[in-house]
């Protein structure tokens, strides 16, 4: 027998399960609690438990153009230094709630160039750097559009 496909629940169908609208679930989620009665806030709470809701990070950071996410530009995956690096990074990120996209360059300038309009694509909320030295005109550009950047080595 084939088994089901397990979609993803929608805060459609929290709000409708918990007999509210669709803005007081997304109040409740964003921690605005303050603004729900207090029996509102249990009905979400029920819901989202019963229903395995988890909140789309994507969605959210679509509405908000915050993408919790941080780039993170080696020039060789494989050495040593690059690899101490990514552990570092991750750990802090982790900490803080962000997530990391990892691009290795091979120290290619042109696959660096490539890297960085991926990430410029992925709204990312800061960018940590082993460059070329061969794509600066970009960097000029997140830098201009407030992306922190942090280069390394």
Do not use: W
Not at 70 to 92: Q, Y
Not at 139 to 147: A, I, R, S, W
């Amino acid at each position: 027998m084939k088994e089901k496909k397990q979609t993803k629940v929608t805060i459609n169908e929290v709000a409708a399960y918990a007999g509210v609208s669709k803005s007081t679930v997304s109040r409740y989620i964003n921690g605005r609690t303050n603004e729900i009665s207090i029996e509102k806030v249990k009905k979400i709470k029920k819901a989202i438990e019963e229903l395995h809701y988890r909140p789309s990070q994507l969605a959210q950071g679509l509405k908000v153009r915050k993408s919790k996410v941080i780039g993170f530009i080696v020039a060789d995956i494989t050495n040593p230094f690059s690899v101490t690096t990514l552990r570092g990074v991750e750990e802090i990120c982790d900490e803080y709630g962000y997530s990391i996209m990892v691009c290795n360059t091979d120290n290619r300038p042109e696959k660096e160039r490539e890297m960085l309009l991926k990430l410029n694509a992925h709204y990312i909320e800061g960018l940590i750097i082993n460059t070329t030295g061969q794509n600066n005109d970009i960097l000029h550009d997140f830098k201009k559009d407030g992306v922190p950047i942090v280069l390394v080595d």
